[in-house]
């Protein structure tokens, strides 16, 4: 499985993003999909899941701002970020496990940039 993450860039405090995740090989409408991101100095944190059957999770820090989804047609995942804050700068990863392998593939990761 390849994932190339996309979408990134620079926005004030408040404004909104979209990113995406195209993945190519293995069966995407199979496999669990999801996004971590990484702040400057800190752990990678996780941010949000959504499952074959579409069953979403989020981190409490961003419930109510952020919207995963995925569009199996088109192999993406996406990533709807709202009412964005400077503490959300960071590189956003992008993840995939597929059913019954116990592996998770990543994608390379797109920097959000949030300015006060």
């Known amino acids: 499985v390849q994932l190339q993450a996309s979408g990134g860039g620079r926005v004030q405090l408040g404004g909104s993003l979209r990113l995406s995740c195209a993945a190519s090989?293995?069966?995407?409408?199979?496999?669990?999909m999801g996004w971590y991101r990484q702040a400057p100095g800190k752990q990678r944190e996780w941010v949000a899941t959504?499952?074959?059957?579409?069953?979403?999770n989020y981190a409490d820090s961003v419930k109510g701002r952020f919207t995963i989804s995925r569009d199996n047609t088109k192999n993406t995942a996406n990533l709807q970020m709202n009412s964005l804050r400077p503490e959300e700068t960071a590189v956003y990863y992008c993840y995939a496990k597929p059913p019954f392998t116990g592996r998770q593939y990543w994608g390379q990761g797109t920097l959000v940039t949030v300015s006060s």
């Open positions: 959504i499952t074959p059957s579409s069953g979403t």
């Open positions: 090989g293995g069966i995407f409408s199979s496999n669990t």
